[in-house]
C-alpha cells in the first residue's frame, strides 16, 4: 500500500495563479475583444540584455566544441559567478561572503521552496502576513502545521500581521522594542519562533525595510537563538542609497540570517532561471542532543545531494549582468520598470486610490475601494476595466481588502491601464 | 532555537564523489606529471549536436528581442518539449502518455530526490543494492530510515541485493515467481514495501532488466498496491530492441509505475539540465483515511509549489534532440560511447576480469581481483595505472567487491586506459 504524503490534503484546492488564470480565461471567452491588460503576475516582460545574449551565445558555442565543452558543474556554482556575487553585491558593501557559502541555483522559488528541510518537523515558522505563498505552502506540505482554520490560518505556524498601521511591515515576535511583549494574535503564549521569512522589497506589499527595523530582526533572532531567512530577490529594485539590500549589512546577521537573492527581476530571467543563496558558515542550529550545527553544513549536503548544478549556459548570462556593459542595461531596464511604478502610483493616487510599495518594488499594493474584498476587486477591475491584479487575499488572510498590482509591462500598457483606471474611478 | 532536520547526521560525513575527488587531488599532488583517465563519474565528454547548438542559438536570440521574449513558463514543460516527448519516446513505441502527465524539469538528480516528498513519512521504501545513492540519502534525510548499521545499511529501509546469480537484477520481495515467498535479509518479516526505486539500464551495474523482469515487478506492484519509481535515464543506451525502453511498455504500469527521463546521457545535457518525469494519472496512493489519491495531483502540487520551469533556452535545445538532425547526431554520440564500452570490456576480459553491463549502458561493472576491497582497487588502479574509477561499496554494501567503469571519454584515452590496464594485470 502505498502510502502519501497526507499533509498535502491541507492545501487549498485551488492555487492562487491557477485560480487568476480561469477566471481571465473565462471572462476572454465571454468577451474576446476584450483587450485584457495583466498587471498580475509579477514576470517581466523587457527581453534580456544584450550583453547577457552576448555572453549565453558565446556559452552555447563553447558548449558545442569538444575543447571547451562542459559536462556537470561545481554544484555549488561556477567560480566565475560566484565572485562576481562576492565582489558585485557584497564586497562592493563593506561585507565578507567566503565564496563556498554561495550557493548558485536554478531560482529562488526552489531555494525558498527547499530551505525548510533543513530544520527539524518541529520548528516553529513564522511568517509575515501578507507573504510569498511558497514559504507557507512548502512548510504545510512538509507537516510543519495543522489543518486551515476559519481565520485562513494555519494551525501550528506564526503569521506577523503587516498593515497600515506598521506599514506592512510587522515587528518581531514579542512586539517592538519598550513595549511589553505580546504574543501574535490566536497562538498559544510563549511558543517560540524558530524560524522566521522576511522579504524585502517586499512581495506582495512593494514596501521596505528600513536598517533600524533589520536590526530589530537581527537583535530578535539573536536573542531568541532563531534564524532569518531573508529573501532579497527585489534588492536591486532599491531606489534609496540609505537602505540595506542585504541582511548582511546588518551587524550580528552572519550569526542568524540566511540570504536569498534571484537574477529574475534584477536581469529578467524569470524565463532563464538562475538564482543564489548565501549561507554563512557562522549561523548554526540546534541538533537534539543540544549540539550546534552549522546550516551551512546541512544546506551544503541538501545542495549536492538534490541538485546537480545550474545550466552552464544560464550561469554564464547570470554572470554577464555583473560586467560593466551588463549592469548598465540592466540598471536600464529596472529604471523603466520604476518609472511604470511611478506612473501607476500617480494614476491610482489620482484616481483616489490609498497606494503602498511602488518606490523600491516593482509592486504596487493597493486599499480597495468602497470595502469590497480583494476577489470582488478582482472581478470588478478585471469585468469594467480589463485590467488583471492579484488579491491580497491569495497572500493570506491580513491581504484581504487589498490587491497587488505589478510594473512588469510595456510603457504603452502602462499608460493605459491608468486612463482606464482613471476613467472608471474618477467620480467615486 | 533553531531546531535542525536531525536526519542529516545519519549520512556518512563523507559523500561518495568528494571522497574520490580528494583522493584524486592528494594523487596527483604528489604525482604531478602522471596523465590521469578519469573513467569515474558519469559525465559525457562529447560537444553538444550541432543541431542542439542552433536551436539554443535560436533561442537565446529569441530571448533578446521584445517580441519574442519569454518569461516564465509553464511550469511543467513547454508544449513543444512536451510533444516531441510524447510522440518520440511514448507515441512510437505504443504508449499513451497525455501531456500533462509530463513534467519537464532541471535534472534527474533533483527528481529522483524530490519524488519521494509526496509519500508518507511512515512509507516504507524499497532499493536495490547497489543503488544509486540520491535515492537512499533523500530518503534517509526525510527522516524514513534509522541510522547505519555495522553492515552498511540504513534501518527501516528494506535492501534487494543485486549480485551475480542474478545478473545484478533482483527480484521483487518475496522472491522469484514460484519460489516460497522469502524475506529480504536482516528485515523483520511481512514489513510490506510502499515504494520502490528501480533504475533500468542500472547506474551503477551497467545491466539492463528484461521485459520479464519488468513484468514481475509491475504484477507484484499491482499485487501489494505498491508504487514504482523508475529511472530510465540510461535508455538511450539500449541496443536490442527487443529489451524494452519505458516501465509503460509493460501492461498495468500505468497503475502503479512513476518513469523518469533525462537529457543528460541521452543528449549530452550533463551541464544543461534537462530531464521530465511521467506520473500517470491512474497511479493511486493511499490516503490515512483509506481514499485513494492520484499521484499526479500530489506531484503537481509539488512540482508547481516548488519549481517554476526549466529554462526556456535548456528546453529548446532538449526538443531539437528530437528533430530529425538532432537525433541522428545525438545517437552517433550514443554510438561512439558505447563503442567504448565495447573495447572497454573486450580489454577488461584479456586482462582477466569478470565484467557486467557495458552493453546496454555506458557503466562497466567489474569484479574486482585477488580479493581486493573497493576502495583498495581504486587505490591501485589510480597509482598503478592512474585510472579513476569508482569503487562499488560507494553504491551499497552489496557493491563491496566491486568496481564501475565509465566509457565516457575520447577514444585516444579509452585505448589507453585498455593498453594500460592490460600491461597491468596481463601476468596475474
Request: overall charge negative; glycine content about 10%; charged content about 20%.
Given at each position: ?5 497526507e ?8 492555487y492562487l ?5 480561469r ?8 468577451h474576446?475583444d476584450a ?6 503576475i ?6 534580456l540584455?544584450p550583453a547577457?545574449v552576448?555572453a549565453?551565445?558565446?556559452a552555447v558555442?563553447e558548449?558545442?566544441k569538444?575543447e571547451?565543452?562542459r559536462g556537470y558543474?561545481p554544484?555549488?556554482?561556477?567560480d566565475?559567478?560566484?565572485e562576481?556575487i562576492r ?7 563593506g561585507?565578507a ?14 531555494d ?5 528541510e533543513?530544520?527539524a518537523?518541529a520548528a ?19 507537516g510543519r502545521?495543522g489543518p486551515v482554520?476559519?481565520?485562513?490560518r494555519?494551525?501550528?505556524?506564526t503569521?506577523?500581521v503587516?498593515?497600515e498601521a506598521n506599514g506592512?511591515?510587522?515587528d518581531p515576535?514579542g ?5 511589553p511583549?505580546?504574543?501574535p ?9 524558530d524560524v522566521?521569512y522576511l522579504?524585502?522589497p517586499?512581495n506582495p506589499?512593494?514596501t521596505v525595510?528600513?536598517?533600524a527595523?533589520?536590526e530589530?530582526w537581527?537583535a530578535w533572532a539573536k536573542?531568541?537563538?532563531?534564524v ?7 534588492e536591486?529594485y532599491?531606489?534609496?542609497p540609505?537602505l540595506?539590500h542585504?541582511?548582511f549589512e546588518?551587524?550580528?546577521a552572519?550569526?542568524?540570517a540566511i540570504e ?7 536581469a ?6 538562475c538564482?543564489?543563496?548565501?549561507v554563512?558558515?557562522?549561523?548554526t542550529?540546534t541538533?537534539?542532543?543540544g549540539?550546534r550545527v ?5 544546506w551544503s549536503r541538501r545542495?549536492?545531494?538534490?541538485f546537480n548544478?545550474?545550466s ?5 548570462g ?12 540592466t540598471?536600464?531596464q ?7 511604478a511611478?506612473l501607476?502610483r ?10 503602498f ?6 509592486y504596487l499594493?493597493l ?10 476587486f ?5 469585468s469594467e ?7 491580497g487575499?491569495?497572500f493570506?488572510?491580513?491581504g484581504e481588502g487589498?490587491f497587488?498590482?505589478?510594473a ?5 500598457n502602462?499608460d ?5 483606471i482613471?476613467?472608471?474611478f474618477?467620480a467615486?
Amino acid at each position: 500500500m502505498a502510502r502519501i504524503n497526507e499533509h498535502y490534503a491541507k492545501l487549498p484546492a485551488s492555487y492562487l495563479f491557477p485560480e487568476i488564470g480561469r477566471r481571465v480565461r473565462a471572462y476572454q471567452a465571454a468577451h474576446p475583444d476584450a483587450s485584457v491588460i495583466r498587471l498580475g503576475i509579477g514576470d517581466v516582460t523587457e527581453p534580456l540584455a544584450p550583453a547577457i545574449v552576448e555572453a549565453m551565445h558565446a556559452a552555447v558555442d563553447e558548449m558545442g566544441k569538444r575543447e571547451t565543452f562542459r559536462g556537470y558543474g561545481p554544484e555549488q556554482g561556477y567560480d566565475f559567478l560566484i565572485e562576481a556575487i562576492r565582489e558585485h553585491d557584497y564586497a562592493a558593501r563593506g561585507i565578507a561572503i567566503a565564496a563556498d557559502e554561495i550557493f548558485v541555483s536554478d531560482g529562488s522559488k526552489c531555494d525558498s521552496g527547499n530551505i525548510q528541510e533543513i530544520f527539524a518537523l518541529a520548528a516553529r515558522v513564522a511568517v509575515t502576513d501578507p507573504v510569498y505563498p511558497v514559504y507557507v505552502d512548502s512548510n504545510v506540505m512538509a507537516g510543519r502545521t495543522g489543518p486551515v482554520g476559519a481565520d485562513g490560518r494555519y494551525a501550528g505556524l506564526t503569521y506577523l500581521v503587516g498593515n497600515e498601521a506598521n506599514g506592512f511591515q510587522p515587528d518581531p515576535p514579542g512586539g517592538p522594542p519598550g513595549e511589553p511583549p505580546g504574543e501574535p494574535p490566536g497562538e498559544p503564549p510563549g511558543e517560540p519562533v524558530d524560524v522566521v521569512y522576511l522579504c524585502s522589497p517586499n512581495n506582495p506589499t512593494g514596501t521596505v525595510a528600513t536598517r533600524a527595523q533589520l536590526e530589530r530582526w537581527v537583535a530578535w533572532a539573536k536573542a531568541s537563538d532563531a534564524v532569518i531567512l531573508f529573501d532579497a530577490a527585489y534588492e536591486g529594485y532599491i531606489a534609496d542609497p540609505a537602505l540595506p539590500h542585504s541582511i548582511f549589512e546588518i551587524e550580528g546577521a552572519r550569526d542568524c540570517a540566511i540570504e536569498l537573492r534571484s537574477f529574475s527581476k534584477r536581469a529578467g530571467f524569470t524565463g532563464v532561471r538562475c538564482a543564489f543563496m548565501v549561507v554563512p558558515k557562522t549561523v548554526t542550529g540546534t541538533a537534539p542532543d543540544g549540539k550546534r550545527v552549522a546550516l551551512h553544513a546541512l544546506w551544503s549536503r541538501r545542495h549536492s545531494t538534490k541538485f546537480n548544478g545550474a545550466s552552464y549556459v544560464v550561469q554564464r548570462g547570470a554572470a554577464a549582468a555583473y560586467a560593466p556593459a551588463g549592469l548598465a542595461q540592466t540598471r536600464e531596464q529596472i529604471a523603466f520598470y520604476m518609472e511604470n511604478a511611478r506612473l501607476l502610483r500617480e494614476g491610482l493616487g489620482a484616481a483616489g486610490f490609498t497606494v503602498f510599495g511602488g518606490v523600491h518594488a516593482p509592486y504596487l499594493w493597493l486599499r480597495t475601494q468602497d470595502g469590497a474584498t480583494s476577489w470582488q476587486f478582482f472581478d470588478r477591475l478585471l469585468s469594467e476595466v480589463q485590467i488583471v491584479g492579484t488579491p491580497g487575499a491569495g497572500f493570506g488572510p491580513a491581504g484581504e481588502g487589498y490587491f497587488r498590482l505589478s510594473a512588469f509591462n510595456s510603457r504603452a500598457n502602462i499608460d493605459e491601464a491608468i486612463a482606464r483606471i482613471r476613467r472608471a474611478f474618477r467620480a467615486r
